[in-house]
């Protein structure tokens, strides 16, 4: 049995920040602390036409791991500079060991969620 729930889609503009906070949260809703876990993520085009199929890493920028929240942008001053009219999925990854008998790393996954790049309709 699955449950279904709407895709998240953020919508930003060409040559605007694109600056995601986040925070990790348990299924009760709780902040997991993150001080001991790897993050990282990766945008990539849907569609591999107009745009290169190549994904970009983003930033991890800590904010406050104790409390499991951090930000993602993009490489450099963070200004969007993806093709217009293309959508990006990304996820996060977080990878920790797990302090078990056998040394191992634990990796999960978060929900895949939708970037979308619009084109500016006025120019400053």
């Given at each position: 049995?699955?449950?279904?729930?709407?895709p998240?889609v953020?919508e930003?503009?060409?040559?605007?920040?694109l600056?995601?906070g986040?925070?990790?949260?348990?299924?009760?809703?709780?902040?997991?602390p993150l001080?001991?876990v790897?993050?990282?993520s990766?945008m990539?085009?849907?569609d591999?036409?107009?745009?290169?199929?190549?994904p970009v890493?983003?930033?991890v920028e800590p904010?406050?791991?104790a409390?499991?929240?951090f930000e993602?942008?993009?490489?450099?001053?963070?200004?969007?500079t993806?093709?217009?009219g293309?959508?990006?999925?990304?996820?996060?990854?977080?990878?920790?060991?797990?302090?078990?008998?056998?040394?191992?790393?634990m990796a999960?996954?978060?929900r895949?969620f939708?970037?979308?790049?619009?084109?500016?309709?006025?120019?400053a």
């Amino acid at each position: 049995m699955s449950c279904a729930t709407d895709p998240i889609v953020i919508e930003c503009k060409h040559g605007d920040m694109l600056v995601l906070g986040c925070r990790a949260l348990d299924v009760a809703g709780a902040p997991v602390p993150l001080t001991t876990v790897a993050i990282t993520s990766k945008m990539r085009s849907l569609d591999g036409v107009k745009t290169p199929v190549t994904p970009v890493t983003l930033v991890v920028e800590p904010v406050d791991l104790a409390a499991g929240t951090f930000e993602l942008y993009q490489p450099g001053d963070g200004r969007v500079t993806l093709p217009a009219g293309a959508t990006y999925q990304v996820d996060i990854e977080y990878s920790a060991p797990t302090g078990g008998m056998v040394p191992r790393t634990m990796a999960r996954s978060s929900r895949t969620f939708f970037v979308q790049v619009l084109s500016k309709v006025s120019r400053a």
